[in-house]
């Protein structure tokens, strides 16, 4: 069973240190190899506050670290995926430090963020208006809504309208069909990332055939792409294999691709959406 050691302030200002062995080196080894081809920022991972996630923010700590990932953003569900959520101290730089070091000295930039649930036509969601100002990423997906194509594009529309979002989660997952050509239009009219996902290509969820139009069209069209793990566990998290996969058999390079594998542009955007979410003085 994994333990998480005592947590200490360092004297490098705002860092965290786990201290002692938190997760046994071997049971992050096995398939996974950490290093080269890992997802370097990593903008959707979910700690055990989601209820399908399997570690604490400190475990993903040491699991970036072992993997050498530089960033993790927390992008735990809204609680109509079905438990009361609080997000009020993990986006709370006060309460918890945006770099965090690892038991092996690594330090990881976590992020405060949310994968909020689009509920209906209307777009109603369960994001937490009164947390605004404080995610450091707000992302959006469709979980729980049977709706075909169509109606699911007219949800984010509506949601749009009402609702922040820098990232959409899995657009091309087959359960919750979009229109493709509307989501591009719509993710550049609105500024917001278009997600490819790891997890759900590994695990079968995936429209291949709307994700290639996804990567087409957005390409074409200028639209953010952001490759993502979506990991729920050690080893899902900081993974592309499928990404990268998917990509090899089609041509196309990844690292033009995807703004999160270049750190700069990553900054760029992550700066220029949180802006957008901040209120200007009065
Ligand atoms: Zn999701
Ligand atoms: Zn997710």
């Known amino acids: 069973m ?7 302030r360092n004297d490098e200002g ?12 071997n049971s992050l080894q096995p398939k996974f190899v950490g290093g080269a081809g890992m997802i370097r920022n990593d903008l959707h991972v979910h700690s055990v506050q989601s209820m399908c996630g399997m570690h604490t923010v400190l475990e993903i700590v040491e699991i970036a670290a072992r993997k050498e990932m530089r960033l993790v953003n927390i992008s735990d569900h809204g609680r109509a995926s079905g438990k009361d959520m609080r997000f009020g101290v993990i986006a709370n730089k006060l309460r918890w430090p945006e770099k965090v070091k690892s038991s092996t000295g690594k330090v ?18 369960d994001f937490p208006q009164s947390n605004l100002n404080r995610f450091d990423l707000v992302s959006a997906g469709f979980h729980h809504s049977n709706g075909g194509a169509s109606d699911n594009t007219k ?13 959409l989660t899995h657009p091309c997952k087959a359960s919750h069909p ?73 041509n196309i390079d990844g690292d033009v691709l995807f703004i999160n594998r270049d750190d700069l542009r990553l ?16």
């Open 2 to 8: 994994p333990s998480v050691g005592p947590v200490k």
């Open 108 to 125: 990881i930039t976590v992020l405060a963020g949310i994968e909020t649930n689009i509920l209906d036509i209307n777009g109603n969601s």
């Open 14 to 25: 705002d860092s965290i240190v786990c201290a002692g062995p938190t997760i046994g080196a």
């Open 178 to 250: 979009l229109l493709i050509e509307e989501i591009v239009e719509l993710s550049l009219s609105h500024g917001f990332a278009l997600e490819v996902n790891n997890t759900n290509l590994r695990v079968g969820k995936t429209d291949h055939e709307q994700l290639e139009k996804m990567i087409a069209l957005a390409s074409e069209r200028g639209a953010i792409l952001v490759e993502n793990s979506d990991g729920h566990t050690f080893i899902e998290i900081g993974e592309n294999e499928e990404v990268e996969m998917f990509l090899e058999h089609r």
């Open 267 to 282: 900054e760029k955007f992550l700066a220029q959406r949180k802006q957008k979410r901040t209120p200007l003085p009065s």
């Open 155 to 167: 949800a984010l529309e509506n949601y749009l309208a009402q609702s922040p979002l820098d990232i």
